[in-house]
Nanobody
Framework: QLQLVESGGGLVQAGDSLRVSCTAT????????LGWFRQAPGKERERVAA????????TYTRSVKGRFTISRDNAKNTVYLQMTSLKPEDTAVYYC????????????????WGQGTQVTVSS
């Protein structure tokens, strides 16, 4: 069974950078599409970014384009989200997700989810 564990969240100031990571155990991540989602208090969960199995295809929600970068290291069974120029509206719990199909990831129907890591951006 695939298990995902996020790390790297924290409290930062507006304009700072932060990298969150998600490491898998139980199965190799190389066969999975990976994604980062976030959920702020009182808001619906939002897909932030996704990356294909080989890493040659990525997608980002409009509000983070140019500021966030998703990447993966299949040898380390880890996916990253590098966040720069952080804004208070980026404050949320960030979750990583994995699924064998790109379409399911984009449709927010991934099979596997981590427990989340809190990112708080102060103004």
């Amino acid at each position: 069974q695939l298990q995902l564990v996020e790390s790297g969240g924290g409290l930062v100031q507006a304009g700072d950078s932060l990298r969150v990571s998600c490491t898998a155990t139980g199965r190799t991540l190389s066969r999975f599409v990976l994604g980062w989602f976030r959920q702020a208090p009182g808001k619906e969960r939002e897909r932030v970014a996704a990356i294909s199995q080989s890493g040659d295809m990525t997608t980002y929600t409009r509000s983070v384009k140019g500021r966030f970068t998703i990447s993966r290291d299949n040898a380390k069974n880890t996916v990253y989200l590098q966040m720069t120029s952080l804004k208070p509206e980026d404050t949320a719990v960030y979750y990583c997700a994995a699924d064998s199909l790109w379409g399911r990831m984009i449709a927010d129907k991934s099979d596997y989810w981590g427990q989340g890591t809190q990112v708080t951006v102060s103004s």
